[in-house]
């Protein structure tokens, strides 16, 4: 039996849905640090099949940073092709917690940074901007 040609999938077009968490707390936001990427962000992940975006997010921030938080509102959203070349879309939200942050996962670090600083620390231009806009 003969096969074809190995035929690649193609990314264009696939969607990538993810939530995550802006949290601040006495004039500090929580970033965490992957290792792997060796960047600075804010906790978030992808969503789970049927889930929605707000449980997500409250997953998220807690299997990353060991938060358990509550969304307090919105913080906005980001668009973006990531590394396999897919769009993805990320909508954050504000949320708040008392708990100690404690890296996890595929999170080798959690810091509270002062905003001013968490503009300079942050990997991400879209991150930084979403950041500017909730000062």
């Not at 500090?28 to 929605?52: C, I, N």
């Not at 060991?66 to 092709?81: D, Q, S």
């Not at 769009?87 to 404690?102: H, I, L, P, Q, T």
Request: net charge positive.
């Amino acid at each position: 039996m003969r096969l074809g040609p190995l035929r690649l999938r193609s990314r264009r077009g696939e969607r990538v849905r993810a939530a995550g968490g802006v949290i601040i707390r006495d004039g500090a936001v929580l970033l965490v640090h992957r290792e792997v990427y060796g960047d600075w962000a804010f906790p978030k992940g992808k969503l789970d099949p049927g889930e929605d975006w707000q449980t997500a997010a409250i997953r998220e921030v807690e299997e990353e940073a060991g938060l358990v938080c509550e969304i307090v509102g919105n913080a906005g959203r980001t668009f973006y092709v990531d590394g396999n070349g897919r769009n993805k879309e990320v909508r954050y939200f504000r949320m708040r917690s008392d708990g100690e942050a404690r890296a996890q996962n595929e999170i080798d670090a959690v810091r509270w940074v002062p905003i001013d600083e968490a503009l300079t620390l942050l990997s991400y231009s879209r991150d930084r901007e979403l950041l500017s806009r909730l000062r």
